[in-house]
């Protein structure tokens, strides 16, 4: 066992049918038909690592397609606080449709997008408070292993955010492609020897084809 514990980040594949509204954390299905990108994925993946999705079927959809293109995976645990950002009352609606059901509550929102919560739903602070339990449970739980977690943007944003120990609007200004592949590595003995354990970032939004 290594004293490095490397987390692989992966986007899930491109959402069917919203275009133009945020679906955040409604349950929508993505386009797996780019056998080969997946097998290319499949390819610089790591072996004999742990696999987690979130709870939203296009996470564990893709998960399943890098599967079926050559690797073999462990079943996914499946962590619904890895899931994306939930928007609440304003899922399914495009940023003017928002402007125009409540104007007041909208400019309330955009005078900080990072801290305020829509109507019904989260912040995107509290999405790195519930990303960061997470990584900092499995990365005790799994010590020295490979992660590879399937997940949304919004919980790549929230991780390197973590990692980075970005503020939330730095976090926020991170944008990932679907399937694209981000690595973080937590070394329990720092970069440093005795400076303690810290995270390095390996690469961010690495698109393979």
């Known amino acids: 066992m290594t004293d490095c514990t490397r987390w692989w980040w992966v986007r899930h594949a491109p959402v069917i049918g919203v275009d133009g509204v945020i679906y955040g954390a409604k349950d929508v299905d993505c386009d797996v038909s780019d056998i080969e990108h997946f097998k290319t994925l499949a390819e ?26 050559g690797l073999a995976i462990t079943d996914p645990l499946i962590e619904n606080d890895l899931g994306e950002q939930d928007f609440g009352d304003w899922q399914g609606l495009s940023w003017d449709q928002m402007l125009e059901i409540d ?20 912040s995107f602070v ?22 590879v977690a399937v997940v949304h943007g919004g919980t790549i944003r929230a991780a390197l955010s973590v990692a980075l120990n970005l503020s939330p609007a730095q976090g926020m200004a991170l944008q990932f492609d679907t399937l694209s592949v981000s690595i973080m590595e937590h070394v329990e003995d720092g970069l440093l ?17």
């Open 44 to 69: 610089i993946l790591p072996k004999n690592a742990i696999w987690i999705t979130s709870h939203l079927s296009r996470s564990i959809k893709t998960a399943h397609a890098i599967a079926s293109a």
């Open 103 to 122: 104007a007041d509550l909208y400019k309330v929102f955009w005078k900080d997008p990072t801290r305020n919560r829509p109507p019904g739903g989260e």
């Open 126 to 147: 509290d999405l790195i408070n519930r990303t960061e339990k997470v990584i900092d449970r499995l990365t005790v739980e799994y010590k020295g292993r490979d992660i």
């Open 193 to 209: 020897r005795g400076a303690g354990g810290v995270w390095k970032l390996v690469c961010a939004n690495r698109l393979v084809e």
